[in-house]
């Protein structure tokens, strides 16, 4: 069974332009959640959406955003980005609303010069 | 009050020894528990978990013990390999809102 699987696995941007990471949850999962791990900030919770709707998000400015998609696959969005943007972003996924387990992906490291 | 503290940053163990990792929460209304490992350039995998009605739970080498009254877990590894060597994390979170709030880690060296 094919795990969460996250693209692109490394990019670089420079400060102010924009980026969207992708994320393919497990098969049969329809929650997905986005979280940051920042070196010296340890992993910080993003957003959560499940059956297409944002049910909870992080302390995060407005410029964090994203959707889920009929298929459960999900998109984060960084506008404006910042040099502190830089880190590495988790995608992971569950059972939905009944399940507790999440599930982790390899991430997308996000350089931002 | 969502903060969770982990304890020690790092720790060495002899093959064979007990690791002990510590965790202590503020917020009692977290009703999950997770501990995750990770290694190197991969994503945190989920070691094992509990809910605060249980005080102990036990999958292979790795224990669970959780202390309600105290707020505090930690997670204990017996007979430790060297392929035990990683960052572990603890985690608590409410689950209606799916929010797991980490410790900052502890990274753990197995020596041979």
């Known amino acids: 069974e094919a795990g969460v699987t996250q693209s692109p696995t490394h990019l670089i941007k420079t400060r102010g332009q924009q980026v969207t990471l992708r994320c393919s949850p497990i098969?049969?999962?329809?929650?997905v959640y986005w979280y940051q791990q920042a070196l010296g900030l340890g992993l910080q919770f993003l957003l959560w959406y499940d059956e297409g709707e944002e049910r909870n998000r992080g302390n995060f400015p407005p410029r964090f955003s994203g959707r889920q998609f009929p298929n459960y696959s999900s998109e984060l969005n960084v506008n404006a980005l910042e040099l502190e943007d830089s880190a590495l972003y988790l995608c992971?996924?569950?059972?939905?609303?009944?399940?507790?387990?999440?599930?982790f992906g390899q991430g997308t490291r996000l350089t931002v010069v | 009050q969502q903060q969770v503290k982990q304890s020690p940053q790092s720790l060495i163990v002899q093959k064979g020894g007990i690791s002990i990792i510590n965790c202590a929460y503020e917020?009692?209304?977290?009703?999950?528990f997770p501990w995750y490992q990770q290694f190197p350039g991969k994503g945190p995998a989920l070691l094992i978990a509990?809910?605060?009605?249980?005080s102990e739970k036990k999958e292979g080498r790795f224990t669970i013990s959780f202390n309600k009254s105290a707020k505090q877990f930690s997670l204990h590894i017996m007979d430790s390999q060297p392929g035990d060597s990683a960052t572990y994390f603890c985690?608590?979170?409410?689950?209606?809102?799916?929010?797991?709030?980490f410790g900052s880690g502890t990274q753990l060296t197995v020596l041979p």
């Open positions: 985690a608590a979170s409410l689950l209606s809102a799916r929010q797991l709030t």
């Open positions: 992971a996924s569950s059972l939905g609303l009944t399940g507790t387990e999440a599930f």
């Open positions: 098969s049969g999962h329809t929650s």
């Open positions: 509990i809910r605060p009605d249980v």
């Open positions: 917020n009692t209304a977290f009703d999950y």
